[in-house]
């Protein structure tokens, strides 16, 4: 993986920070751990290798980014949190879907920090904006934002196909642009101007009409997911259970599954094992086998009944626990964050 360029522009404490660059990850866990702030549980769903290339840009309100997939792939988990996401597909296959539903036609998918369920197709190619909706909320008119947040909380935007078009070449330009920009002063300034603009841009895209759009309503299934989201962002998902998720979202546990089901494909119970059993991956892939045991994750991650534990882990991810653990440690800090 290359070492993305990091500038920041030198006015001292008030600076404007900003990485570009490419990577490339060939393996499904090491896709997790280089796409934080996603909260991402990739599962490939046919047999062949899986390649996820992004060439991106980072600021201190942004992540804006172009992204090539090989394999057909599914991603659970939860979108960033304080940032509206945005995918404009730019190549699709018959197979991608986004929270269960094709792309296409006068919408792009988007949401506000919640659940993510999308399948990505072989030779997927998409743009993804990440933009703070304190950005958002600093730069719009209260009207358009509120119609933009609301068609955000159905899960897709309504676009002109003119607006989409344009706005996608503008972000085209602007992450070639930012990799090319060596000079941190320059890197800044560009990206404080994206900033600037991609409010703008953004809703300029959409077609929605605002006072329509404020009349739209979420179901109490999707609002007990999105409290459970927002519970488990900050739970000890070792010990967290689904009566602890019926408690936090105060609901009955048919309407939360129904919601988990519709937003994630799966009951609250399998979500939780997939989040335990995707983090003893990562801990596994990342930990010395000189100095971790297969028992010590599992038993940290609350996955005290072992045998089963290994028989469910290599039926996901098909090897064996202790094969993840014997490997080289992975080190592969998500280059989609501001370190300095």
């Not at 909320?137 to 209260?142: D, F, V």
């Not at 077609?207 to 329509?212: E, G, L, R």
Request: charged fraction near 25%; charge should be neutral.
């Amino acid at each position: 993986m290359s070492k993305p360029e990091q500038s920041d522009a030198p006015d001292g404490a008030a600076a404007a920070v900003a990485v570009a660059g490419r990577f490339e990850i060939d393996d499904p866990c090491r896709y997790e751990l280089a796409s934080v702030p996603w909260e991402m549980l990739a599962e490939p769903i046919a047999p062949g290798p899986f390649l996820n290339r992004k060439d991106f840009l980072v600021t201190s309100s942004l992540i804006l980014y172009r992204e090539n997939f090989k394999g057909l792939t599914r991603v659970r988990g939860m979108s960033p949190p304080g940032m509206l996401a945005v995918g404009l597909p730019l190549c699709v296959g018959y197979r991608s879907r986004y929270w269960g539903a094709a792309p296409g036609g006068d919408t792009v998918p988007a949401t506000l920090p919640g659940a993510l369920d999308v399948v990505l197709d072989d030779k997927q190619e998409q743009l993804i904006v990440l933009v703070a909706l304190d950005l958002l909320r600093n730069r719009l008119p209260g009207d358009v934002l509120d119609a933009l947040e609301r068609a955000a909380a159905q899960r897709q935007l309504p676009v002109r196909r003119d607006g989409t078009v344009a706005f996608g070449r503008w972000l085209l330009t602007i992450i070639e642009t930012a990799k090319s920009r060596a000079d941190r002063t320059a890197l800044a300034a560009l990206s404080r101007t994206v900033e600037d603009e991609l409010p703008w841009r953004l809703a300029g895209a959409c077609s929605f009409d605002p006072a329509c759009a404020s009349r739209r309503e979420t179901s109490a299934r999707r609002r007990a997911l999105d409290r459970a989201v927002t519970f488990l962002r900050e739970a000890d998902i070792a010990s967290v259970g689904v009566g602890d998720l019926c408690q936090a979202t105060a609901v009955a546990y048919r309407t939360l599954e129904y919601g988990f089901r519709e937003g994630l494909g799966v009951s609250p119970l399998r979500f939780l094992r997939l989040l335990r059993l995707h983090a003893a991956r990562r801990a596994l892939a990342t930990a010395h086998a000189e100095s971790t045991t297969v028992a010590d994750v599992a038993d940290r991650l609350g996955l005290q009944h072992h045998s089963r534990f290994a028989a469910e882990y290599a039926a996901l991810f098909g090897e064996i626990p202790s094969a993840t653990l014997a490997r080289p440690p992975l080190r592969v800090p998500s280059p989609m964050l501001l370190t300095g």
